[in-house]
């Protein structure tokens, strides 16, 4: 599925702005990129050669250790080549440190960056709004009476996606702005006076089960971020608010035209239809069986092992861990361990 234009009202201010900011974003994003793989490369060459130094040091300790050997200096030999191994240890583990740092310091700098274009594609996409919102409240317009409110049975009507006029459109919009640019559709709806072609934005959200700090808790996730839907009364009208409302990038179509494609009754029913069955929160632990964790408290804190059993009513992992250069099995809670 792609982002879709409509051609016929290019060129706008708000149009204008909205390309924009969504090339501030791609021009980002390509810097992240390339930041990304530069620190990529860094980190791995200073790994590389923190090996290097570590086996140079551990070969010399060799030799040095077999030279005291051969002089029947065995105590010293030995002692050679603990401090040999030892050194080469640590000349390892800081180049790791080192590379970690510079991937680290990397991922900063590309968070930064995507955050400082988005927020400056806010901007230009707010100020083009405030603008036409400015053009829009100097234009008389006729009074329009407040609606009335809907009867019970009305109301529930009203929440069968069925019900009434229009189609079902997905509205792609910068992540995490969904809620925000909700709120900014449904007041240019009412401020356009729009109410007669477009009828309801709606967020999927699903219930969601979550382990923190070793609890279940029942939290609200999106299902699609990034992407809200409209049912409206496609025309040049209702594209032009929904596509020109701050934070919306694009339609999407399934194909190639200009016109964005409709959800199908079966995409409706999918995401819009509640059951009537009471559906059980989907449990997100964030690990699986097989993965390999890090246990961060107990008796065994700082040890990886590998998970060979969730036990999600009682909130506990099975964990295989060497010790002594035996896999035990190891008892855990979920609070215990970190993904590695």
Do not use: C
């Not at 032009?240 to 179509?253: E, Q």
């Amino acid at each position: 599925m792609s982002d879709q234009e409509n051609p016929t009202d290019s060129g706008t201010p708000m149009t204008d702005a909205l390309d924009a900011a969504a090339e501030l974003h791609d021009l980002a994003e390509d810097a992240a990129e390339e930041t990304l793989t530069e620190a990529a490369t860094e980190a791995e060459a200073l790994s590389d050669a923190a090996d290097d130094a570590a086996e140079e040091i551990l070969e010399e300790a060799i030799d040095d250790a077999a030279t005291l050997a051969a002089e029947g200096l065995r105590d010293a030999a030995d002692a050679a080549l603990a401090q040999g191994i030892v050194g080469a240890a640590e000349v390892e583990e800081a180049g790791e440190d080192v590379a970690e740092e510079v991937l680290a310091e990397a991922v900063i700098e590309t968070v930064v960056m995507e955050e400082t274009a988005d927020e400056l594609g806010q901007e230009v996409v707010s100020e083009a709004a405030e603008e036409e919102e400015r053009i829009v409240e100097e234009t008389p317009a006729a009074p329009v009476a407040p609606p009335a409110e809907p009867e019970p049975e009305a109301q529930a009507a009203s929440d069968d996606p069925f019900s009434g006029p229009g189609d079902w459109y997905v509205v792609h919009t910068y992540a995490g702005y969904e809620n925000k640019v909700k709120a900014n559709l449904e007041s240019r709806i009412h401020t356009m006076q729009m109410e007669g072609k477009i009828f309801r934005v709606y967020i999927p959200m699903e219930d969601v089960m979550e382990i923190k700090s070793g609890k279940k808790q029942v939290v609200q996730k999106k299902v699609f971020p990034g992407y809200l839907l409209v049912k409206m009364l496609y025309d040049n009208d209702s594209w032009y608010v929904v596509r020109n409302t701050p934070g919306v990038t694009g339609f999407v179509s399934a194909g190639t035209g200009s016109k964005p494609t409709p959800l199908s009754k079966r995409e409706v029913e999918k995401i819009l239809v509640v059951k009537r069955e009471e559906v059980k929160p989907q449990l997100r632990l964030g690990f699986e069986e097989r993965d390999v964790v890090k246990i961060i408290s107990g008796p065994f804190a700082d040890f990886n092992g590998t998970i060979t059993e969730i036990n999600l009513d009682q909130s506990k992992l099975k964990v295989l861990v060497n010790i002594f250069d035996r896999e035990t099995p190891v008892e855990l809670g979920f609070d215990q361990v970190s993904k590695v």
